[in-house]
């Protein structure tokens, strides 16, 4: 019969903790990036030329139709071919930034085609500024619109950082196996990691939910 | 460096055999259990919703790689002696009973409310009503979502390389280590999952815009 042994693991509870914070600014991090890319890809996307459009839309479904391990593996061989140097953990960043925008084109050109033709000329006919109609009337009701989706997005990149470990940065994961290889407790390791990252994605839901309660409690109609 | 010849195609195509039929067994496994997640979900007994919604809640709220970890060294806890195949099999069948019971959950009570009270009017009982009203409609509904969780599904066979099994992504490493050609072989390897998934993505897409066109 086997015996739990789950004090192997909490004595290295430090080492978890350290890792737990570095799996949420990987997270925030590729958040971030992401949310740049996304932004950037919804311009290029509806840019006048042809060849641009067609490379966001390629870009977009290369990214949404293939693993995220594959993709890190990728960027992490071929950015030293490209003479660019940088520690894994920040190639990590970049791997779930370049993800994460793919997915985040999608949802945000979605929120702004959401946003009815009718309701920015009412807007002019006003007399708005075009920076207010676009803060006002595009840009709010069209982030309302994608919050839900782009939060959940979110949400599974944060899971997705667990995959950087296949290249060593920083985060849970990988200090997850460093554990199991000195003490063999793979089982109670794996199980109160776990337990970690369901603490993490939690709160995090919870903070997403109470941002949206504050800022986009507005009554539609 | 070395090349990549019919060797090194023929270990990739072997590779893609197991992603495959990882893919297609975690659906089926995953189908059979989501179908009766969905079902316990959408039940009037609140025992049976509490638990199925906290189940969806901790497999959609962990990462995919840490569900491996704990089922692959949780079997191997058991005492009963399983391949890693079975372990990993497993793995995704739970994972995608979860995701799977979700998606198929809002397709049942996004049926119209009518069809159950029409059903309980000309006398149905609960088996007849889900089997021959509900469920044939909630499937329709579900079809893009169910699309799109296959590909997800297909992309996190891949995580499998990571608790040492071979499939496409493991035998593209293995190459890659032997060949010094990570780009060449990983670029490959990411072209093979393309060619699965975009056609999968591309039909549920289709078949979104198409619904959405006739609910107007």
Same mark, same amino acid.
């Given at each position: 019969?086997?015996?739990?042994?789950?004090?192997?693991?909490?004595?290295?509870a430090?080492?978890?903790?350290? /890792?737990?914070?570095?799996?949420?600014?990987?997270?925030?991090?590729?958040?971030?990036?992401?949310?740049?890319?996304?932004?950037?890809?919804?311009?290029?996307? !509806? !840019?006048? !030329?042809?060849?641009?459009?067609?490379?966001?839309?390629?870009?977009?479904?290369?990214?949404r139709?293939?693993?995220?391990?594959?993709?890190?593996?990728?960027?992490?061989?071929?950015?030293? #071919?490209?003479?660019?140097?940088?520690?894994?953990?920040?190639?990590?960043?970049?791997?779930?930034?370049?993800?994460?925008?793919?997915?985040? +084109?999608?949802? +945000?050109? /979605?929120?702004?085609?959401?946003? !009815?033709?009718?309701? +920015?000329?009412?807007? *002019?006919?006003?007399?708005?500024?075009?920076?207010?109609? *676009?803060? #006002?009337i595009?840009?709010? $009701?069209?982030?309302?619109?994608?919050?839900?989706?782009?939060?959940?997005?979110?949400i599974?990149?944060?899971?997705?950082?667990?995959?950087?470990?296949?290249?060593?940065?920083?985060e849970?994961?990988?200090?997850?196996?460093?554990?199991?290889?000195?003490?063999?407790?793979?089982?109670?390791?794996? *199980?109160?990691?776990?337990?970690?990252?369901?603490? +993490?994605?939690?709160?995090?839901?919870g903070?997403?939910?109470?941002?949206?309660?504050?800022?986009?409690?507005? $009554?539609?109609? | 460096?070395?090349?990549i010849?019919?060797?090194?195609?023929?270990?990739?195509?072997?590779?893609?055999?197991?992603?495959?039929?990882?893919? %297609?067994?975690?659906?089926?496994?995953?189908?059979?259990?989501?179908?009766?997640?969905?079902?316990?979900?959408?039940?009037?007994?609140?025992?049976a919703?509490?638990?199925?919604?906290?189940?969806?809640?901790?497999?959609?709220?962990?990462?995919?790689?840490?569900?491996?970890?704990?089922?692959?060294?949780?079997?191997?806890?058991?005492?009963?002696d399983?391949?890693?195949?079975?372990?990993?099999?497993?793995?995704?069948?739970?994972?995608?009973?979860?995701f799977?019971?979700e998606?198929?959950?809002?397709?049942?009570?996004?049926?119209?409310?009518?069809?159950?009270?029409?059903?309980?009017?000309?006398?149905?009982?609960?088996?007849?009503?889900?089997?021959?009203?509900?469920?044939?409609?909630?499937?329709?509904?579900?079809?893009?979502?169910?699309?799109?969780?296959?590909?997800?599904?297909?992309?996190?066979?891949?995580?499998?390389?990571?608790?040492?099994?071979?499939?496409?992504?493991?035998?593209?490493?293995?190459?890659?280590?032997?060949?010094?050609?990570?780009?060449?072989?990983f670029?490959?390897?990411?072209?093979?999952y393309? %060619?699965?998934?975009?056609?999968?993505?591309?039909?549920?897409?289709?078949?979104?815009?198409?619904?959405?066109?006739?609910?107007?």
């Amino acid at each position: 019969m086997y015996t739990f042994d789950f004090g192997a693991v909490l004595d290295r509870a430090p080492e978890l903790l350290w /890792g737990s914070l570095g799996t949420v600014g990987l997270a925030l991090a590729g958040m971030l990036l992401a949310l740049v890319i996304g932004l950037l890809g919804v311009v290029a996307r !509806s !840019s006048k !030329s042809g060849i641009t459009r067609a490379a966001v839309i390629m870009f977009v479904e290369v990214v949404r139709n293939t693993p995220f391990l594959v993709q890190i593996f990728f960027i992490y061989f071929a950015l030293p #071919l490209m003479g660019i140097r940088l520690n894994p953990t920040v190639t990590a960043i970049i791997a779930l930034g370049i993800n994460g925008g793919a997915y985040a +084109i999608e949802i +945000i050109r /979605g929120g702004i085609e959401s946003v !009815s033709r009718g309701q +920015i000329e009412a807007g *002019f006919a006003l007399g708005l500024h075009k920076a207010d109609v *676009f803060r #006002l009337i595009v840009l709010k $009701p069209a982030l309302r619109a994608i919050y839900p989706s782009l939060t959940s997005q979110f949400i599974m990149l944060t899971l997705t950082t667990s995959v950087c470990t296949s290249i060593a940065a920083y985060e849970l994961t990988s200090a997850a196996q460093r554990i199991e290889s000195d003490t063999f407790r793979s089982f109670e390791v794996y *199980f109160t990691v776990t337990a970690i990252y369901l603490a +993490i994605s939690s709160l995090m839901m919870g903070l997403f939910a109470l941002i949206s309660r504050h800022y986009f409690n507005y $009554p539609t109609r | 460096m070395g090349p990549i010849g019919e060797d090194q195609f023929l270990f990739l195509m072997q590779g893609l055999k197991w992603t495959v039929l990882l893919a %297609i067994v975690g659906f089926i496994g995953g189908g059979i259990f989501g179908t009766l997640i969905a079902l316990l979900r959408t039940s009037k007994n609140k025992v049976a919703r509490t638990i199925t919604a906290g189940y969806i809640g901790v497999v959609q709220g962990t990462p995919l790689l840490m569900q491996l970890f704990v089922v692959y060294y949780g079997v191997a806890l058991l005492g009963i002696d399983v391949n890693a195949w079975i372990a990993v099999a497993v793995a995704f069948t739970l994972h995608a009973s979860a995701f799977l019971g979700e998606i198929w959950r809002g397709s049942i009570e996004a049926v119209p409310k009518g069809q159950t009270e029409a059903a309980n009017a000309l006398g149905l009982h609960y088996v007849s009503r889900m089997k021959d009203v509900i469920l044939p409609q909630a499937l329709k509904i579900s079809m893009p979502a169910t699309i799109g969780f296959l590909v997800q599904l297909t992309k996190g066979t891949s995580l499998a390389a990571i608790v040492g099994f071979i499939e496409l992504t493991r035998a593209g490493q293995i190459i890659s280590n032997q060949t010094y050609r990570p780009l060449l072989v990983f670029g490959i390897v990411g072209a093979i999952y393309f %060619i699965i998934c975009w056609p999968l993505s591309y039909a549920g897409s289709r078949l979104e815009k198409r619904m959405a066109k006739a609910a107007r």
